[in-house]
């Protein structure tokens, strides 16, 4: 038998282990996130929530995705002939990159945007220098981190994000019950130590690790600890110059990836167009209704993001790949797009009836007498449009070459820079309402053209992967139904008394079972993939 013919088989039972563990363990860590939002918004204003979520964390973030989401891309695409030595000497090129980004972002964080009072928000200073620090820190980890994915090492990414994040939440919760008037520097020392705590996660696993006989077994490419520190190569380049330029290309890309994913930010920091306040609203309402999207979507469009790189080979066409590979790959695609499409309508249909509740839950009727329910009643429209683009994206990213990636990058000029005027106009004429508006409009577009190069990617193949956005005329009527229901009774129910608002819940629950069971029934295929690749794995780490 030969040995490559196990080879999509193995990444897919690997791709999907990764997800499974990733999602069941971030669910813990979004819910106690969550938790700790709930419980901080009792205590600080919102105005330090909105600095701290929008200003701070955008800092934090800019500085990490534009250090290292490139060499992220690239190496994650190494195949097994390639010389780690010359990956892990690229991979900490992250670290000097992070802190001139660092010094440059902080300064701008500091002189050209509003600095928020004093009197009212004290220690931002600190707040900038903290958060441009932890993300420094956290970049020390991204070797170590790149390797473990590409190694498929399932279960130390989430492990890592669940200790710190608990160590993180632990911190605040005792600073802001003890100190609340510390105000920034609590969240700030919570932020260092997040990342400390990653990093020396990652650190003690592969002291451990490297060079043990478990390493042995899964044919882990280092055999010493010095193998994880750059180095001089004697009699070969440095680094890898093919993976070099494809680094750059993505890099160049990545500016754009940042400004769309995080446009709304920018338009909030740099344009003032909602006060601190407004903005401390938005971001609870935005961490509300993404809260499925990164503690679900985001793993399955990492781990099969991998998945895709190691089955299919990049810019080459379908009809000189094995024809193995590329049913797998078109296999998984068409359910991972059904996945999420159903995940995202479900969100959508009773998200709308069922907003305001669970505001008034989270964070009383400072969210849910305003216009926190209609903002998210939008997000989660967006949150379906998010969810099918981020595994159409996934697959583009992973079967384009290099010259498709360049010319990707000059529509994404064009679209970064429709965005932002959108999200300026937008939000100018429906407040924050606009940003998701705007947003919407965005994910149609990326998704649009992720549609159509599928489609061509398989023009001249049997398999047909779109299909996977097609649902049965039994399951739309009861989405529908659910949706008729579900709003009815919001409208008549949700605001007469305890007993009424428990015969509301009943009702969307009695609606959800009822989606759940046509589903079941009308699509067998579907369901059997969910059940042998996410509900049956093994505990052992592929």
Not at 218 to 242: A, E, W, Y
Request: hydrophobic content about 50%; some cysteine; aromatic content about 12%.
């Amino acid at each position: 038998m030969d040995p490559a013919a196990g080879r999509p088989r193995e990444a897919l039972r690997a791709a999907a282990a990764l997800t499974s563990w990733s999602a069941g363990l971030q669910v813990v860590i979004r819910l106690l996130t969550f938790l700790l939002n709930a419980f901080t918004l009792r205590y600080v204003s919102k105005e330090t929530i909105g600095v701290v979520n929008v200003r701070l964390t955008l800092l934090y973030s800019t500085i990490l995705f534009l250090s290292r989401e490139a060499f992220r891309k690239a190496c994650l695409n190494v195949g097994a002939e390639q010389k780690w030595a010359q990956v892990v000497n690229l991979l900490w090129l992250t670290v000097p990159l992070g802190v001139l980004w660092a010094l440059l972002l902080c300064w701008i964080w500091l002189q050209l945007v509003t600095i928020p009072d004093p009197a009212l928000i004290p220690h931002y200073e600190v707040g900038v220098v903290a958060f441009g620090l932890s993300a420094i820190v956290e970049l020390l980890s991204e070797p170590l981190w790149v390797l473990a994915q590409a190694h498929m090492l399932v279960r130390l990414k989430v492990i890592a994000e669940s200790i710190a994040m608990v160590a993180k939440c632990v911190l605040t919760v005792l600073c802001v019950t003890i100190a609340p008037h510390w105000g920034l520097c609590i969240f700030s020392l919570a932020q260092l130590l997040y990342s400390s705590c990653l990093l020396a996660c990652y650190v003690l696993y592969f002291v451990k690790f490297v060079g043990s006989q478990e390493a042995q077994r899964k044919s882990f490419p280092l055999s010493t600890l010095g193998d994880l520190m750059p180095k001089f190569l004697c009699h070969q380049h440095v680094i890898n110059p093919r993976l070099a330029i494809l680094t750059w290309t993505f890099y160049k890309q990545s500016f754009l990836k940042q400004v769309l994913t995080e446009g709304e930010r920018y338009v909030m920091t740099f344009l003032n167009v909602l006060n601190f306040g407004d903005q401390g609203v938005y971001d609870i309402v935005n961490n509300l209704g993404s809260l499925v999207a990164r503690f679900l979507f985001l793993p399955i469009e990492e781990s099969f993001y991998v998945f895709f790189v190691k089955v299919l080979e990049r810019g080459k066409d379908i009809g000189h790949q094995k024809q193995e590979d590329v049913s797998v790959a078109a296999t998984v695609l068409e359910m991972l797009v059904k996945l999420v499409l159903l995940i995202g309508l479900t969100i959508a249909v009773f998200g709308y009836s069922y907003s305001q509740l669970a505001l008034d839950i989270y964070g009383g009727s400072m969210l849910s007498s305003g216009s926190g329910p209609i903002l998210l009643r939008c997000y989660c429209v967006y949150v379906l449009l998010l969810a099918v683009n981020g595994v159409t994206e996934c697959f583009t990213f992973a079967a384009m070459s290099k010259e498709e990636v360049d010319r990707y990058n000059l529509m994404m000029i064009a679209l970064s820079l429709a965005f932002l005027g959108l999200s300026y106009y937008l939000t100018w004429w429906q407040g924050a309402v606009g940003f998701i508006l705007a947003n919407c409009l965005n994910m149609g577009f990326r998704i649009a053209h992720s549609l159509q190069y599928i489609s061509h990617y398989f023009k001249h193949s049997e398999n047909r992967p779109l299909v996977g956005l097609q649902l049965p005329r039994p399951l739309l009527l009861a989405y529908l139904g659910s949706a008729i229901v579900t709003a009815f009774s919001q409208a008549s129910l949700s605001q007469q008394g305890l007993m009424a608002l428990s015969v509301h819940v009943l009702l969307g629950a009695v609606c959800l079972i009822i989606v759940l069971i046509t589903i079941f029934f009308t699509e067998p295929k579907f369901v059997w993939f969910v059940r042998t690749q996410f509900l049956s794995q093994d505990k052992k780490e592929t």
